[in-house]
Nanobody, 125 residues
Framework: QVELVESGGGLVLPGGSLRLSCAIS????????IGWFRQAPGDERRFVTA???????HYADSVKGRFTISRDTAKNVVYLQMNTLKPDDTAIYYC???????????????????WGQGTQVTVSS
C-alpha cells in the first residue's frame, strides 16, 4: 500500500515563498515517479513538476525558474520549493506517485496511481 501525505501549504503574499513536502510510504522513491499537480476552483488538475525514479526532473513552463522539485531518498520525501509566488499559483496542490510512467506521459495526471489528500496554497495580499 503506497501512501502520500502532503504538508506545508498556507497563505503567502505575492512574491513570497513556500515549501511543500510529500512523505511517501510503502515504496521507495527509487521505484516511483513523483509528480506535483495543482487544481484551482473551476479548473482541471494541471501538471506542475515531477521527479522520475532516476532523479531527473521536469517542469511546466509556467513554473520554470520559480519552482524546484527535490527529493531525499533516505527519508523518502519529495519537496516542492516555490519562490516568487503569484496569485495565479493559488490552488490545491497534490502529490502523486506512479510506476512505469514514460517521459512523454509524465504530465498526465491519469498516469499516476497514488495520490495525497492535497494541501491548499493561497497567494494573496
Amino acid at each position: 500500500q503506497v501512501e502520500l501525505v502532503e504538508s506545508g501549504g498556507g497563505l503567502v503574499l505575492p512574491g513570497g515563498s513556500l515549501r511543500l513536502s510529500c512523505a511517501i510510504s510503502g515504496r521507495s522513491l527509487r521505484q516511483l515517479t513523483i509528480g506535483w499537480f495543482r487544481q484551482a476552483p473551476g479548473d482541471e488538475r494541471r501538471f506542475v513538476t515531477a521527479v522520475r525514479y532516476s532523479g531527473t526532473t521536469h517542469y511546466a513552463d509556467s513554473v520554470k525558474g520559480r519552482f524546484t522539485i527535490s527529493r531525499d531518498t533516505a527519508k523518502n520525501v519529495v519537496y516542492l520549493q516555490m519562490n516568487t509566488l503569484k496569485p495565479d499559483d493559488t490552488a490545491i496542490y497534490y502529490c502523486a506517485g506512479g510506476t512505469g510512467i514514460i517521459l512523454s506521459s509524465i504530465s498526465g495526471h491519469r498516469n499516476y496511481n497514488y495520490w495525497g489528500q492535497g494541501t491548499q496554497v493561497t497567494v494573496s495580499s
